[in-house]
T-cell receptor, first 111, second 116 residues
Framework: DAKTTQPPSMDCAEGRAANLPCNHS???????VYWYRQIHSQGPQYIIH???NNETNEMASLIITEDRKSSTLILPHATLRDTAVYYC????????????FGSGTKLNVKP | EAGVAQSPRYKIIEKRQSVAFWCNPI?????LYWYQQILGQGPKLLIQ????????DSQLPKDRFSAERLKGVDSTLKIQPAKLEDSAVYLC??????????????FGNGTRLTVT
């Protein structure tokens, strides 16, 4: 199973873009990159996922490098409510088992 | 659409007692997951169901934990007897199965268990 590496914590100023990196150097061609976040006392919330191409939705953008060994989640205009733990997860395309969380990145958005 | 429902929200028990958690997934979601999240850690997968069959229970401590999903809809996770180290948040999630790994998991807000 492909593993992910994320920094334990990051700070971001309110209103600025938050760029959260994730390393998944052992990812295979048939594995998706998923991003979730978890706000205190809540369950993990789905943000976005992608296979090869960059993706954007109303919450965030996902940038996947051409070799797929790393990705970046971008929150374009961070607010205090974006303070949370962000998890990057690699998931097989044809085996929908194995949805494993790592330790994530604690994003602190500061006023 | 309604989200994943879990109850109770909080539970406090003494060690060696038993406890049960309930989960109702999003309508139409065939796959259901139970996770354990200890304070300060990421969620850990305990068991995964596809309809009413177990797909993966490799990380479930089967000497004390059990789970069922009898009619392929809601599910119950039980701990008997509880230990102090079982204090955690128990999260339930569900997903479509039709598109395999292209289906996001949707989580409930969990049950916070405290064992004293």
């Amino acid at each position: 199973d492909a593993k992910t590496t994320q920094p334990p914590s990051m700070d971001c100023a309110e209103g600025r873009a938050a760029n959260l990196p994730c390393n998944h150097s052992t990812i295979s061609g048939n594995e998706y990159v998923y991003w979730y976040r978890q706000i205190h006392s809540q369950g993990p919330q789905y943000i976005i996922h992608g296979l090869k191409n960059n993706e954007t939705n109303e919450m965030a953008s996902l940038i996947i490098t051409e070799d797929r060994k790393s990705s970046t989640l971008i929150l374009p205009h961070a607010t205090l409510r974006d303070t949370a733990v962000y998890y990057c997860i690699v998931r097989p395309r044809y085996n929908f088992n194995k949805f494993y969380f790592g330790s994530g990145t604690k994003l602190n958005v500061k006023p | 659409e309604a989200g994943v429902a879990q109850s109770p929200r909080y539970k406090i028990i003494e060690k060696r007692q038993s406890v049960a958690f309930w989960c109702n997934p999003i309508s139409g979601h065939a796959t259901l997951y139970w996770y354990q999240q200890i304070l300060g850690q990421g969620p850990k997968l305990l068991i995964q169901f596809q309809n009413n069959g177990v797909v993966d229970d490799s990380q479930l401590p089967k000497d004390r934990f059990s789970a069922e999903r009898l009619k392929g809809v809601d599910s119950t996770l039980k701990i008997q007897p509880a230990k102090l180290e079982d204090s955690a948040v128990y999260l339930c999630a569900s997903s479509h199965t039709g598109t395999g790994g292209n289906s996001p998991l949707h989580f409930g807000n969990g049950t916070r268990l405290t064992v004293t």
